[in-house]
């Protein structure tokens, strides 16, 4: 196309020179009708692109890797004059997205549609968009390019396994079903008052229920073992093993999954994180908390819900294994955040037998402890995980090992191992 622009310039500046030379007037209305020809080229071209519509409609603004995401896209020329030839370029971030098409021919007030279907690979946060639209006049002559700048952004959440089961480990509170049953305890929920009875303390009495009824009225409460469940993953820098076979996108972005889950410990701790949180809201109908530093800190109070669950995922899929901060501080900081009897689930790769000690103390304030550990040694690491596994035995906090290529479902459902004791 260039090349014929090129000729027709020559043309064009040949017939004038022969005209000046010759003073024919053939030469100069052969200028002429090259310089038409260029104008129209251009007109053409600008008059097309200005009058086309790009209708962009994604199906679903959040994914899940391992599933689908559908797009539906329409051209529609809008003009009286007919698009003779349109290509579509996409510059989505997200990877294996490929909308750039080139569009046949478009009669006057005519439209083309296509469907675009794409398997969600990677988690976290893609851009979709910006596009180009370019076209050309008949003759070949101009090549036209307009800017679409606008951008939308979709999140891919991380994929999960379900899970059979997950016992959590006994404390002072233990786990369970609700148990509607009255108690002379004073527990956390109450359950209503009574007439007062000889022998009921004193701070149990229910003041403002005594002054409206003119008699003592003291609180009853129930004994519901139903505590906070918080779920604490480590994106410290320092605790990330990746196989040399991972697969990232463009080199240093998100981890490509292909058959198998990407052999990186950042992903099977996301992977274990989100299918718990999945296995405790939508199927224990648990409160859930959840702690990240990936870089910046995410804290999200217990909560039960959809909506919960959608924070969750949203914050493991965009998660880094980045943070300068090591675990042995996130729990230092997250520590009074934690009220007696929580069950606190920390999925880490971290060899550091420092973080703990700072479990050591959470034991100690009535917080039950538990440790989804994905050996970084079976990734490739340097150290074996002896050591901390020796630690967490010796301070009697249960632990589930998770390997490389294990299946993470069977791991996390395996009721013995979230029972394990100090020898």
Not at 289 to 315: C, D, H, T, Y
Not at 344 to 349: A, F, G, N, Q, R
Not at 370 to 399: K, M, T, W, Y
Request: proline residues 4%; hydrophobic residues 45%; charged residues 25%.
């Amino acid at each position: 196309m260039q090349n014929r622009r090129h000729g027709l310039w020559l043309l064009l500046l040949l017939s004038l020179a022969l005209g000046a030379w010759t003073g024919r007037d053939f030469f100069f209305r052969m200028a002429w009708l090259f310089a038409g020809l260029l104008v129209a080229s251009v007109l053409w071209c600008w008059f097309t692109l200005r009058h086309i519509s790009l209708i962009r409609q994604t199906l679903a603004r959040r994914a899940q890797v391992g599933s689908n995401l559908g797009e539906h896209l329409e051209i529609r020329n809008r003009s009286w004059l007919p698009g003779l030839w349109l290509e579509l370029r996409d510059y989505s971030s997200l990877p294996g997205h490929r909308v750039s098409q080139v569009v046949p021919a478009l009669g006057r007030r005519k439209a083309w549609e296509w469907d675009v279907g794409t398997r969600c690979v990677a988690r976290g946060e893609f851009r979709l968009g910006p596009m180009t639209l370019a076209s050309g006049d008949p003759f070949g002559f101009h090549y036209a390019i307009r800017k679409l700048d606008e951008i939308s952004r979709i999140v891919i959440y991380p994929a999960t396994v379900g899970l059979e089961s997950f016992e959590l480990p006994f404390g002072e509170i233990t786990g369970g079903n609700i148990l509607r049953r009255r108690t002379h305890y004073v527990t956390i929920n109450a359950a209503g008052v009574r007439d007062y009875a000889p022998g009921d303390s004193f701070n149990r009495i229910h003041w403002r229920s005594s002054a409206r009824r003119n008699s003592l009225m003291v609180k009853e409460f129930e004994l519901d073992p139903q505590l906070d469940i918080w779920i604490l993953m480590d994106f410290s820098a320092e605790s990330l093993v990746e196989h040399e076979s991972l697969q990232r996108v463009n080199g240093n972005g998100p981890a490509i999954t292909t058959d198998t889950l990407p052999r990186s410990t950042e992903e099977y701790g996301v992977v274990a994180a989100a299918s718990l949180a999945r296995h405790f809201i939508e199927e224990a109908d648990r409160a859930v908390g959840f702690v990240a530093w990936g870089p910046k800190r995410e804290m999200l109070q217990p909560e039960s819900g959809e909506r919960q669950l959608n924070q969750i995922l949203q914050i493991l899929a965009v998660g880094r294994c980045v943070s300068e901060h090591s675990l042995e501080q996130m729990l230092a900081v997250e520590m009074p955040h934690m009220t007696r009897g929580t069950s606190l689930i920390i999925v880490t790769s971290s060899l550091d037998v420092r973080w703990v000690r700072e479990v050591r103390v959470l034991k100690r304030r009535g917080i039950r402890p538990l440790c989804i550990l994905v050996d970084p040694f079976s990734f490739g690491g340097e150290q074996p995980a002896d050591d901390l596994l020796a630690n967490l035995h010796l301070e009697r906090i249960p632990v589930v090992p998770i390997q490389m290529d294990d299946d993470i479902a069977f791991a996390l459902s395996r009721r013995s191992a979230a029972r394990l004791s100090a020898f």
